[in-house]
């Protein structure tokens, strides 16, 4: 446990934090969030402007700073669907988490866990609970992840979605502008390095039998929404069906999202009539394996190779 007493004024506790600690404002963001941080015994929120005398306690902070904690983490096994030099795709099983849930709860399988295991001179982002994680999904969903075995490729796969997000506002800023039609879209999406295809079972309900009379693929479904997550801000969400496959009373779609969104997909078919099948969030509250699978990749690599992934 961490504790200290502030002696100055009016400063941003997360400015404040991130200035005597390496780790950056978001990072004690994400603390805060789990009420692991107190100010004068109480929680705290990221814009709390502390005041002289101020008392600060963190909870368990050399866990935070120190990566032996992983030993703690279970044995796993995760199938490697692409190994190189410098880079790896793996594929997530259902119900296996990206990185554990918390520093103070290391028991389920994660990715993470595995990476550990087998890797563990890889280079890290966020901190070590996120180690070597670029992106992630729900544990739901099975699903390709790419996972940097160097520097070098770290820093190029980081920049490989950081382009793909300024690409994709860029979208969003000519859609605001006029309304696109999918051949303009389309040639929008071309220059994305960086593409994730989706495949699912949905159950079709009435609302959608009456749409499927007049669609046309692909399909863009455009909304500005929020999700059921905590603290999401609104923001325009772009999915694209590009199959559909009907059956009596369900149907397999074939998507690719181009805004990368927190359940994206999820929130998209549930609201146009699509649940996915076993979805316990937005559609049935059962603890079965959800429908919904990450089941193609394609990125260009930093030797100007494209790579295309399927499972």
């Not at 520097?151 to 994709?168: A, G, I, N, P, T």
Request: charged letters at 30%.
């Amino acid at each position: 446990m961490e504790k200290f007493i502030y002696q100055w004024n009016w400063e941003r506790i997360d400015i404040f934090l991130a200035k005597n600690f390496a780790y950056s404002r978001n990072f004690f963001h994400h603390i805060m969030k789990r009420w692991w941080i107190l100010v004068n015994w109480k929680t705290t929120k990221k814009s709390y402007k502390l005041k002289n005398n101020d008392q600060i306690k963190i909870e368990n902070l050399e866990r935070y700073l120190d990566s032996s904690f992983l030993w703690e983490l279970p044995f796993i096994n995760i199938p490697i669907i692409l190994e190189k030099k410098d880079y790896l795709v793996l594929n997530k099983p259902k119900w296996v988490l990206s990185h554990p849930n918390s520093i103070w709860d290391l028991s389920a399988p994660s990715v993470v866990a595995f990476l550990y295991q087998k890797y563990k001179d890889l280079p890290s982002i966020w901190n070590f609970i996120r180690a070597w994680l670029i992106h992630r999904l729900d544990k739901e969903t099975d699903w390709l992840i790419i996972v940097a075995k160097t520097e070098k490729w770290l820093k190029y796969f980081k920049e490989l979605f950081e382009k793909k997000s300024q690409l994709v506002e860029k979208i969003i800023e000519e859609m605001n502008k006029k309304k696109l039609s999918n051949v303009e879209i389309e040639k929008l999406e071309e220059k994305i390095l960086l593409k994730k295809f989706y495949k699912t079972n949905v159950n079709i309900t009435e609302k959608w039998k009456q749409f499927l009379k007049n669609i046309k693929l692909p399909h863009y479904i455009i909304q500005t929404v929020k999700p059921k997550v905590p603290h999401y801000i609104e923001k325009m969400w772009i999915t694209k069906i590009i199959n559909i496959k009907n059956k009596t009373n369900s149907c397999n779609l074939i998507l690719q999202i181009i805004t990368w969104r927190t359940h994206q997909i999820r929130y998209h078919l549930s609201k146009n009539w699509l649940p996915i099948i076993w979805d316990k969030l937005y559609w049935n509250k059962e603890n079965i394996l959800m429908q919904l699978t990450a089941y193609k990749l394609e990125f260009i690599d930093v030797k100007w190779e494209k790579i295309e992934l399927e499972i």
